[in-house]
């Protein structure tokens, strides 16, 4: 139960950070990591700083599932087409 308030306090940062982060863009880089129950979960940690929370069965969460161990960069930033 602690773990899932300390997660839930985390992603709600983050949720906030990535908000004003978004405005402009950011790259979070670093070795992926997760258990296989977070993995299954889409839950997956960059280098044990940054959480990052994806939909199970999506491909973003294939290809996460897939890179687990493996350093990678992910880049989020604006689209352009969008307004």
Request: proline content about 2%; aromatic content about 6%; glycine content about 10%.
């Amino acid at each position: 139960m602690r773990r899932l308030v300390v997660l839930v306090a985390l992603l709600g940062f983050l949720v906030m950070g990535l908000a004003v982060a978004a405005q402009e863009g950011f790259s979070v880089a670093g070795r992926l990591g997760a258990t296989d129950q977070e993995a299954q979960e889409g839950y997956f940690a960059v280098d044990q700083q940054t959480m990052i929370v994806v939909k199970p069965g999506s491909d973003l969460h294939k290809y996460l599932k897939a890179k687990v161990g493996q350093r990678l960069r992910i880049t989020v930033e604006p689209d352009s087409e969008s307004e």
